[in-house]
């Protein structure tokens, strides 16, 4: 069952074209990992999914509605169905860890304080932070920051989760704490896109890998179709160099 | 581009205005409704009060003492006024303001009439009636320091001096065209022109007869010497709105009783002289502690209000300045301009002489507290919006992925942590309000700077009462910086910085 269909999908900042007609669906149940060079529009292409950048034109069908044209009030319905975890974890340094993961449930859903903060503390123990509850952002690690952004995203139920390379800004010894705490969505059944610089996780975790360059998705396929026999001269180019 | 951006500014500083002068219609309506004829005394009937504007400076004809710690106007003109309302069979209200503001009140319809030593020049006659004449002065002088005595006698010996008078003031005029080869120096008080003269900024004050004496007998370091004026309407009269015939043959009557039974000489002028002696006799500070008391009171009301005013429409035209709605944008975008690009002094008249139009019983203190209000909410807008533009775009970002409409990410994600990097800045603000909410002392707001310059006025003493207003001041910022502080630091500790 597809959950996201993608068509004709472009996007212009002033004259400069990043991505130039991209069409692709994301089924459900997925893990997508999308590779590809720096500036080769993975990151904005993802932040088409959920509307933070406005595509240029083409249609983003999510839920049988395109988030394209729509009010901004229902997209805001449709955004809490698609996670979102970022680059720069973008906790809310003014929240304890257990408010930035409930803050949403009781703004947006209207849950109760009590069922929030139980939710909120199921996520962290999942995430392996229950003890972090009430520390502040700042006094935490940014592999920690990242896993309480995880747990936030998931505190509104999301259909899909989209990650934006979410561990290119972590200290290497901290990349594995994130990339266990992904592992362990995809193993529950999320639907997932992620970007992301991680050849390996891209490999052993994804069902899809999707590759991009200069705008276009260049090529699809199982992680060992396009790691093992590339068929785009700019694939076999880029893993030449990354494997 | 850019050109389009400049057309839209203009294009919005246009509405803004003829936004403002939809609003400045009725007013002038109102205000022809006011002062329609005969409607003066119809109200003054009709409320029961007498309200007289006068500028309580003037010893012996207008002037304040502290009776039981509360001020009292009292004077030959107090006296005046005080018959007339009795005659009329209402109460009278004393509203005390600076000299030239109150042509303007008159005008206004924010007092009935105007009794304060005023004389009937050709130029006032165009604006407002007069009645008879009640008091005639027995001439000019010049209030000089002692030493300066026997120097500065004649308009000759005042050559190349700086003279002062009170702004708008018969003396005023008569210094500029009798005296061209002096510099002039108005002010609108006598306490700051005594202030003025006894710290060397001008060579000699032209006060009448009355005054100049009055100051002399009670500051031992002054003198008063008879002037060479030539004055050609000499003589005090009640001025009232035009169109009032028959207030002004009401308060013709009363004068022609006053004169017949010489009450000016035989009543007044001695009340006066008793409470000027007791003034005399009981200088003491203590005495004016009170007074002091009651303007840090209403300097802290004010202040608090206005904070409230402040923050809240800051906040609103911040948000409207960052909103994707064009007018709103723009609409704020100009108030904030036009509130930072004009004198907030020239504001607070505004609001409450052009305000006041609309709403006609709009006190002193309500368009003090407004117009400082709208000055600050100008200022805490800009502080916020450069509170928010300094967040990382990642935080809004956030806030929108997880469902949160842009409102509700504002007031829950972005507000709290740009007032958290703004405080700060919003510090300095309310602190720069406390201290401009003295300039609200030009509409006769009983705050701490004008119930110092009461004090100067009552002790005939200029620099001891600023010095202890100055004192009193910085123990408010003071204070107030403190506790902003540890505002701040709490608000560090929660973030564990």
Known sequence: MTMIKVEHLKKSFGKKEV??????????????????????????????????????????????????????????????????????????????????????????????????????????????????????????????????????????????????????????????????????????????????????????????????????????????QIFENPQSPRAKDFLSKVL | MKKTKLFSFFFALLMFFSLGATFIKPAQAANQKQVAEGSILKKIKKSGELVVGTSADYPPLEFTTSENGKTKYVGVDIELARDIAKDLGVKLVIKNMSFDSLLVALETGKVDMVISAMTPTPERKQSVAFSKIYYKPSGEYFLVNKKDKDKYTSIQSLKGQTVGAQTGSNQYNLVKSQMKDSKLKGLGKINNLVLALQSGKVSAVVVEELIAKAYAENNSGLAAVRSNLKETQAGNAVAIAKGQDDLVAQVNKTIDQVQKKDLISKEYLPAAAKYMKTEKKSNTFAKYIPYFFKGIWYTIVITIFSVIIGIVLGIILALMRLSKNPILHWLAVCYIEFIRGTPQMVQILFVYFGIGYLISNLSALVAGIIAIGLNSGAYVAEDIRSGIDSLPKGQMEAARSLGLSRQKAFRYVIIPQAIKNIWPALGNEFITLLKDSSLVSVIGVAELMYQTQLVQTSTYKGVLPLFIAMIIYFIMTFSLTRLLNHFEKRMKRNDND
């Not at chain 1, 990349?175 to 991680?198: P, R």
């Open chain 1, 19 to 224: 991505l130039k007609d991209i069409s692709a669906n994301v089924e459900k149940g997925k893990v997508i990992s999308i590779i590809g060079p720096s500036g080769s529009g993975k990151s904005t292409f993802l932040r088409c999914l959920n509307v933070l950048e406005t595509p240029t034109s083409g249609k983003i069908i999510f839920d049988g509605q395109d988030l394209t044209h729509i009010s901004e009030k229902e997209l805001d319905i449709l955004r809490e169905k698609m996670g979102m975890v970022f680059q720069s974890f973008n906790l809310f340094p003014n929240m304890n860890v257990v408010e930035n993961v409930k803050l949403a449930p009781m703004k947006v859903k209207g849950v109760s304080e009590e069922e929030a903060e139980k939710q909120a503390l199921e996520l962290l123990d999942k995430v392996g932070l229950k003890d972090r509850a009430k520390q502040y952002p700042s006094s935490l690690s940014g592999g920690q920051q990242q896993r309480v952004a995880i747990a936030r995203a998931l505190a509104m139920n999301p259909e899909v989760m989209l990650f934006d390379e979410p561990t290119s800004a972590l200290d290497p010894e901290m990349v594995g704490e994130v990339l266990k705490t992904m592992q362990d969505l995809a193993d529950s059944g999320m639907t997932m896109v992620i970007v992301t610089h991680e050849m390996g996780f891209a490999r052993e975790v994804s069902d899809e890998v999707w590759f991009m360059a200069d705008g276009c998705l260049q090529e699809q396929g199982s992680p060992e």
